[in-house]
């Protein structure tokens, strides 16, 4: 039996269990990624990986074999992202944070200290704080932009909006990081 | 340092990511030569770059141990198994009606939860209080009560759309419609919901309805409130599209 993508999905959109499960770990670890890179810790990425596999299970006869699964794919996720971002939001409930994941998973070796920490580290820390800080728009289109490498015009068709608006967020979150940047520079120029 | 228009505009970042056509590449070139703040934000931009790369990749659960994460999956699918897959499928309107349902009511609750914690004098507070009737049951969703029920929606975003039509771009700052964008960003998902339940269902009046108001709720949650030039943008798209207008007629005609 054809194993190909296409083949795939239409044997998962037609109640094929096997297929639906070929597609997931296809696609699993991108999803995870991005959720990771979004949530900042492994409970709320799990969580919104989750999701975004039930809204695929639950759509995936509306996908048009016309566009990549890929780019369909990021749509969900981001959408997902943002959803999971506004009901923790809605419901009064803090972020789980990486910071209080490391203090729940009690890791000290993988978390070296901060007189191990190299400067670049150090930022880049700072720098991802900061990506979740970001309103949801602008870390979605940095995050598809600098971390998944897609074009403007890519992440607008897979986000469903104009090339302008996505230009506009993606300057947006990068003026923000470079303020934070700056300010981080400013910090470890004093304490020197 | 001074600012300049391609640091404004965007352009730069485009730039660094390489999405400009050539000669405009060509044009940025030899702007950098004499332009230090360009320069310095370029280097921002790598430094960035650089700082991020060295934190990990994260693209799996801790011990890149899948089978927990496939196990509760599978759970939840079995859990929230659709009428109408594993028969052969196509969703069932009905079943995204009765999830829609939920949606709405959910909606709703965050609605009056935020009108309790946002400005009491919003002109789009009062009306939201509107009692709603109770969403059909999944067995009576036929086409009327999908069509009431969008109806009800249409209603509930109307306080949205006319809320961001009415402000005046020259006074209103961001403050002033990020009520709108917030209950633009909760109606984004209901009516994602309805839009597809009317495709499912042949609908194509409501569905084409649906798909002009997505398109400005998502334009207005997504917008940054702090550009001056947003709220004029979302207007001018409610006006192209004649949404109110339209959101009328579905209603009235009960297409």
């Known amino acids: 039996m054809s194993s190909s993508e296409p083949a795939l999905v239409s044997r998962a959109a037609a109640g094929d269990a096997a297929a639906f499960q070929g597609l997931v770990e296809r696609h699993r670890s991108m999803v995870y990624r991005l959720a990771y890179r979004f949530a900042g810790n492994h409970y709320d990425a799990e969580d919104i990986a989750q999701d975004v596999f039930i809204k695929v299970y639950r759509s995936l006869d509306r996908f048009r074999h016309d566009s990549q699964l890929s780019s369909w794919l990021y749509r969900i996720v981001m959408n997902a992202c943002i959803d999971h971002r506004r009901r923790h939001v809605s419901a009064g409930v803090r972020p789980f944070g990486a910071e209080a994941e490391r203090r729940m998973h009690d890791t000290p070796a993988a978390t070296p200290g901060p007189e191990t920490r190299t400067y670049a580290g150090e930022l880049g820390g700072m720098l991802t704080a900061e990506i979740g800080r970001l309103p949801p728009g602008q870390r979605t289109v940095f995050l598809m932009r600098h971390e998944e490498g897609m074009k403007l015009g890519e992440i607008a068709t897979a986000l469903g909006l104009a090339e302008g608006t996505v230009k506009r967020q993606l300057h947006a979150a990068v003026h923000r990081l470079r303020r934070a940047l700056n300010a981080a520079k400013v910090t470890a120029g004093e304490r020197v | ?255």
């Open chain 2, 1 to 255: 340092m001074t600012t300049c228009d391609y640091r404004e505009s965007g352009d730069l970042e485009a730039y660094f990511y390489g999405e400009r056509p050539p000669a405009e590449r060509h044009r940025l070139d030899t702007h950098l030569r004499g332009c230090a703040g360009c320069r310095a934000a370029l280097e921002e931009l790598a430094a960035i770059g650089d700082a991020l790369e060295t934190m990990p990749v994260v693209a799996a659960p801790e011990g890149a141990n899948w089978s927990g994460f496939m196990e509760r999956l599978d759970a939840r699918l079995a859990a929230d198994a659709v009428p109408g897959r594993r028969g052969g499928g196509r969703v069932s309107a009905a079943a995204l009606l009765a999830l829609a349902a939920t949606l709405t009511l959910t909606t709703l609750g965050v609605m009056l939860a935020m009108q309790a914690t946002h400005r009491a004098d919003a002109p789009a507070a009062a009306a939201a209080q509107t009692a709603v009737p109770a969403p059909p049951s999944f067995e009576a969703a036929d086409t009327a009560a999908f069509q009431a029920v969008t109806e009800e929606h249409f209603e509930r975003s109307k306080l949205v759309v006319l809320g961001l039509a009415a402000k005046d771009p020259a006074r209103a700052g961001a403050a002033d419609w990020g009520y709108e964008r917030e209950l633009a960003a909760r109606m984004l998902t209901d009516t994602r919901m309805y839009r597809m339940a009317a495709e499912d269902r042949g609908l194509g009046s409501i569905a084409s309805v649906m798909r002009d108001l997505e398109l400005v709720l998502l334009q207005a949650s997504f917008t940054d409130d702090r550009d001056p030039a947003s709220l004029p943008r979302i207007q001018r798209l409610i006006r192209r599209r004649d949404l109110v207008a339209k959101m009328d007629a579905v209603s009235l005609s009960g297409l």
